[in-house]
């Protein structure tokens, strides 16, 4: 679109906002993200995020949103559990009634149980796979023809290492982000016909509450979530004719088989 008259190029894309939605933005990697995403405001030119901070504890998405607002971004509280596709409507829909667009979907929200294969229940079954596959795979099939029609756009799969490399005590995690690797192969043949960017996200062993208390010699060799939301947030600030396809973080020490 042409600037009007008398309007200087500049402040349009002052004014412009980038709508990204953040799944499981309240702790671990989700709120690194969300915080490096606010902190690009301060340090890029023409760089103005709205972020839908999304997870099913509202006062973790409050203190994020707060964080994030220290920066001069804007941010959204949606307390949502993706796991329910009645929520992933709503909160797609109210985030373009609200927005009109949506640029960004980070696919962070994941879940998981980790025992031996005996001791793994039905319920921890169906626990994992909501999160992982089954809300991760609506949510992505609601907002992906919002960028299809714009012809831009970006989606990140937080998926694992342990989505090409099993370990024992991670049967159905691992199953569950092989899955979402599917998924992620599946989209890029859609994606490549209409200028969306595909980047799949695989970590290993970063310290988050997911691991629960971890001795500290441990927590020494791992991973901090600040370590992955960086590159996220600059392979989204590349120019949109770039895609990164991959990102693999491993910890110095190598994977860690817990």
Same mark, same amino acid.
């Given at each position: 679109?042409?600037?009007q008259?008398?309007?200087?190029?500049?402040?349009?894309?002052?004014?412009?906002?980038?709508?990204?939605?953040?799944?499981?933005?309240?702790?671990?990697?989700?709120?690194a993200?969300?915080?490096?995403?606010?902190?690009?405001?301060? +340090? &890029?030119?023409? *760089?103005?995020?709205?972020?839908?901070?999304? $997870?099913?504890?509202?006062?973790?998405?409050?203190? !994020? #949103?707060?964080?994030?607002?220290?920066?001069?971004?804007?941010?959204?509280?949606?307390?949502?559990?993706?796991?329910?596709?009645?929520?992933?409507?709503k909160?797609?829909?109210s985030?373009?009634?609200?927005?009109?667009?949506?640029?960004?979907?980070v696919?962070?929200?994941?879940?998981?149980?980790?025992?031996?294969?005996?001791?793994?229940?039905?319920?921890?079954?169906?626990?994992?796979?909501?999160?992982?596959?089954?809300?991760?795979?609506?949510? +992505? &099939?609601k907002? *992906?023809?919002?960028?299809?029609?714009?012809? $831009?756009?970006?989606?990140?799969?937080?998926?694992? !290492? #342990?989505?090409?490399?099993?370990?024992?005590?991670?049967?159905?995690?691992?199953?569950?982000?092989?899955?979402?690797k599917?998924l992620?192969?599946a989209?890029?043949?859609?994606?490549?016909?209409?200028?969306?960017?595909?980047?799949?996200?695989?970590?290993?062993?970063?310290?988050?509450?997911?691991?629960?208390?971890?001795?500290?010699?441990?927590?020494a060799?791992?991973?901090?979530?600040?370590?992955?939301?960086?590159?996220?947030?600059?392979?989204?600030?590349?120019?949109?004719?770039?895609?990164?396809?991959?990102?693999?973080?491993?910890?110095?020490?190598?994977?860690?088989?817990?």
């Open positions: 679109m042409l600037p008259a008398g309007v200087e190029l500049s402040t349009i894309l002052k004014n412009m906002k980038h709508i990204i939605i953040i799944t499981g933005a309240g702790k671990g990697i989700g709120k993200i969300a915080i490096d995403f606010a902190r690009a405001a301060e +340090t &890029q030119n023409n *760089f103005n995020p709205v972020l839908i901070l999304v $997870s099913r504890t509202l006062s973790d998405l409050e203190a !994020v #949103a707060t964080k994030c607002r220290s920066y001069g971004a804007d941010a959204d509280i949606v307390q949502a559990d993706i796991a329910d596709t009645a929520q992933i409507d909160l797609v829909s985030t373009l009634e609200r927005h009109g667009t949506i640029d960004c979907l696919n962070n929200a994941g879940v998981g149980r980790f025992k031996p294969l005996t001791e793994l229940t039905e319920e921890d079954f169906d626990y994992t796979i909501s999160t992982n596959l089954k809300g991760t795979f609506f949510l +992505t &099939q907002v *992906f023809p919002v960028m299809e029609k714009n012809k $831009s756009g970006h989606i990140f799969f937080i998926t694992s !290492v #342990a989505a090409e490399i099993a370990f024992k005590s991670s049967s159905i995690y691992s199953m569950s982000k092989f899955g979402q599917g992620v192969e989209m890029r043949l859609y994606a490549k016909t209409c200028n969306v960017r595909i980047t799949n996200v695989m970590p290993g062993a970063v310290y988050t509450p997911m691991w629960g208390d971890v001795p500290k010699e441990m927590k060799t791992m991973m901090m979530p600040e370590d992955i939301s960086g590159p996220l947030v600059n392979a989204y600030l590349l120019p949109q004719r770039t895609s990164v396809e991959e990102l693999v973080f491993r910890p110095v020490c190598g994977d860690i088989n817990e």
